[in-house]
């Protein structure tokens, strides 16, 4: 027996959304894709890249978002496969996508795809990804909604701008297909996909001609991507799909399996693919990711990230990455043109991406350790966390002393192993070899002063030589 998949709408909270579309008279199905119209402005952007398909049947992409969202909205949503316990910034492009959709209006859903990734989605990869093990992806899609959640989170509390959003929701494809059953659902679901049609994917064609070849698991992963766009149809109303540019040969799959089923039009829209300088795109895969998780990647190396943009990736970062009005972004890159040694649009970059990932105590973070680093700043310093200091010089040992009487800057550098028994490490204080908290010091006999050597917090950060530190954590002072 087919598994009971093929339901009628259910309506719940989302219910003007179909009665857009189902029930809109012809004479009102006029376009509005002005200047001014939500699509356009993110197409001039550059955060959306392509609409499929170019037009519907009943009714139009611009249309559905431009036409009054506070009794229609739509319902948008886009996947996020658990490959791994966190994010990285080459997810930032789809989430802001789903932001600005949100701002307007519009509700967002984020699926995690925790039912997915143990498939391994082959677009725009060379050969099969390693196969993950149940417990672990189950693992990575709690940490993943998580993550998704405090970005929205911190986009609600941050970035508010007076207009009425839509909600934004996280949900998890495992929801339902831990209640199919293989033969039910393929006898349900398989018939309505071609074959021709399924190996003509671009994805589908460059792994076959590959050495490797493509497994079934990985060719499935489509006719799956197509059913959770059906399901969200049904379930939410959800007609529009969002994705990176290499997902369109999987929106083109859903679009085709709901046409089929339903007759009504739905839609995808795809954004850009960032890429490293060497035109990587930027993932795990390729071993170049920048995460959003501060375990992985610290606010202050995701600062640093965004500050290093050169000034031809810029302004279409600030586009990209922003919420940022275009006539402001045009103004930053005109003070830019006068002062460009102020490096002014790429520290705004990275404020306000850096500030949306790990709220305003993340950007404090990493402009604490940005003065620490960079500008020998004491008082940063002083008020720097163990966590923050870690963060900053990850290669440096960490070690916790009580601080007896009488001890001395030489004492203090063999207990952190910091320089070599005997004359020889003698020599390299007194040659100005050694400094604490960015003060050098050249007499091994001077004794540890609190409030020069040992900071406000008790930490004292020892650099011997021109890169190797120390962090010495004093307890009980």
């Known amino acids: 027996m087919a598994a009971p998949i093929f339901r009628s709408f259910s309506w719940g909270r989302w219910s003007g959304t179909l009665k857009l579309s189902v029930f809109l008279p012809l004479g009102l199905r006029k376009a509005h894709s002005g200047p001014q119209g939500l699509l356009a402005a993110q197409k001039a952007r550059g955060l959306f890249k392509d609409f499929f398909p170019e037009t519907g049947t009943k009714i139009e992409l611009p249309e559905l978002f431009d036409r009054g969202t506070a009794s229609f909205p739509q319902t948008i949503y886009c996947g996020f496969d658990p490959t791994a316990d966190s994010l990285h910034v080459g997810h930032l492009l789809a989430l802001l996508g789903l932001f600005h959709l949100q701002r307007a209006g519009h509700n967002v859903i984020a699926l995690v795809g925790g039912a997915t990734a143990r498939l391994g989605d082959p677009s725009g990869r060379t050969k099969e990804r390693e196969a993950l093990e149940t417990e672990r992806v189950r693992a990575n899609a709690r940490a993943l909604r998580l993550g998704l959640e405090a970005l929205a989170a911190n986009h609600q509390q941050l970035f508010t701008d007076g207009r009425s959003w839509g909600s934004f929701t996280v949900l998890d494809n495992s929801a339902w297909y831990q209640k199919q059953h293989l033969v039910d659902f393929l006898a349900a679901v398989g018939g309505h996909f071609r074959m021709g049609t ?51 040969g999987n929106i083109m799959s859903g679009y085709e399996f709901i046409n089929k089923l339903t007759g009504e039009d739905v839609f995808g829209i795809t954004v850009p693919l960032i890429t490293s300088t060497t035109g990587a795109k930027l993932g795990k895969s390729a071993g170049n990711a920048v995460w959003l998780n501060r375990d992985k990647t610290s606010p202050f190396e995701l600062y640093q990230f965004f500050v290093r943009q050169p000034d031809d990736s810029v302004e279409r ?112 204080i007194t040659e100005g070899g050694v400094s604490i908290n960015h003060r050098q010091v050249t007499n091994p006999e001077s004794i540890l002063v609190v409030g020069q050597h040992i900071l406000k917090n008790g930490l004292s950060l020892l650099k011997i030589g021109k890169r190797n530190f120390y962090i010495i954590k004093w307890l009980q002072l």
Do not use: W
């Open 198 to 248: 399924l190996l003509s994917r671009q994805s589908v064609q460059l792994r076959l001609k590959s050495a490797e070849g493509m497994s079934l698991a990985e060719f499935f992963y489509q006719v799956l991507q197509a059913y959770d766009f059906y399901y969200l149809f049904q379930r939410y109303g959800c007609r529009v799909q969002l994705g990176g540019s290499d997902q369109l």
């Open 317 to 428: 970062y600030l586009k990209l990455f922003t919420f940022l009005p275009l006539p402001e972004i045009d103004h930053i890159m005109q003070l830019h043109v006068k002062e460009p040694e102020r490096r002014g649009p790429q520290k705004r970059l990275a404020a306000e991406v850096t500030k949306l990932v790990h709220g305003r105590e993340g950007l404090d973070s990493a402009k604490r350790c940005t003065q620490a680093l960079y500008h020998s700043s004491i008082d940063a310093l002083e008020v720097m966390s163990d966590q923050e200091l870690k963060e900053l010089f990850k290669e440096a040992p960490f070690s916790e002393f009580f601080l007896d009487p009488g001890t001395s800057v030489l004492d203090t550098c063999r207990k952190a192993n910091a320089i070599p028994d005997g004359p020889r490490g003698y020599r390299m």
